[in-house]
T-cell receptor, first 113, second 111 residues
């Protein structure tokens, strides 16, 4: 069974530039999560989707971050404009509805210079 | 106070030792609990769920104390391969699961 796919794996940009990350969850997983993990910290939930609807985006900095899951499968997370403090690993995870077991992708390591 | 707190460590233990981690949570409405393991520069992976009655999986034992609002993970007979960061996860259900990770506890098992 294919796992959660993410791309790109690494991205280096300058501050004030824009960047987008892509995630393809495990087939059949209706719930999709985006996390930000700063070095030395646990993952912080940015947004949770169930199918194409947003369940929780309370910790998403909406002035610069946006996410969508238009067809209820793939998702993109965008940062515009990026700040130095956005340097982190962005993890995507998916799960079956109602399950606490999440499967994570390999993450995208973002460096903002 | 953070919603989910863990001692960041690192815990440096010799091979074969028994080590225990605690994780405290602040929301009494929390209903589901998990331990994840994260290797250096890798993604988190589920280690085990935590059930009310406590549960064991080989050398790993997880316990829940609702009254004191903490969960624990005990690792017996530590192996070098157990070296990783252990993350606790707390879920508040209802209206969509609200899921919070702790900051993680780093374990280093040494020869």
């Amino acid at each position: 069974e294919a796992g959660v796919a993410q791309s790109p794996r690494y991205k280096i940009i300058e501050k004030r530039q824009s960047v987008a990350f892509w995630c393809n969850p495990i087939s059949g997983h209706a719930t999709l999560y985006w996390y930000q993990q700063i070095l030395g910290q646990g993952p912080k939930l940015l947004i949770q989707f169930q199918n194409n609807g947003v369940v929780d985006d309370s910790q998403l900095p909406k002035d610069r971050f946006s996410a969508e899951r238009l067809k209820g499968v793939d998702s993109t997370l965008k940062i515009q404009p990026a700040k130095l403090e956005d340097s982190a690993v962005y993890l995507c995870a998916s799960s079956l509805v109602g399950s606490g077991t999440q499967y994570f992708g390999p993450g995208t390591r973002l460096t903002v210079l | 106070r953070k919603e989910v707190e863990q001692d960041p460590g690192p815990f440096n233990v010799p091979e074969g030792a028994t080590v225990a981690f605690n994780c405290t949570y602040s929301n009494s409405a929390s209903q589901s609990f998990f331990w994840y393991r994260q290797d250096c520069r890798k993604e988190p992976k589920l280690l085990m769920s935590v059930y009310s009655s406590g549960n064991e999986d080989g050398r790993f034992t997880a316990q829940l104390n609702r009254a004191s609002q903490y969960i624990s993970l005990l690792i017996r007979d530590s192996k070098l391969s157990d070296s990783a960061t252990y993350l606790c996860v707390v879920i508040v259900t209802g209206g969509g699961n609200k899921l919070t990770f702790g900051t993680g506890t780093q374990l280093k098992v040494e020869l």
